[in-house]
């Protein structure tokens, strides 16, 4: 399992259809999947998303931590095809 250090937002950085998720139990991740990557407060190293997937994981989708409270945006990396996350998929069977 890697763990990724998200990110502060920048000043003004405010994605038109985002969101702050807000960890309310700091000893719970506020997300998790099935993925290879756990995210952590880049203030505190407390843990707010286990096993996500990265396309799961834009800069649209904040995390307040339950912690430190930090607001926290998810480093995008090259390669990782973001939409695919909010694709249809068809149903399984």
Known sequence: MAVKTMRRPEPGEVPMDGGTAVQENAERPVFRGNGEHDYVCVEC?????????????????????????????????????????????????
């Open 45 to 93: 190293g407390n843990l707010l998303a286990a096993s996500m997937p990265p396309e799961w994981m834009n800069r649209k989708l904040r995390v307040r931590c339950g912690r430190c409270r930090t607001v926290n945006v998810a480093v995008e990396e090259e390669g990782v095809d973001y939409a695919s996350a909010y694709r249809r998929r068809p149903a399984d069977g």
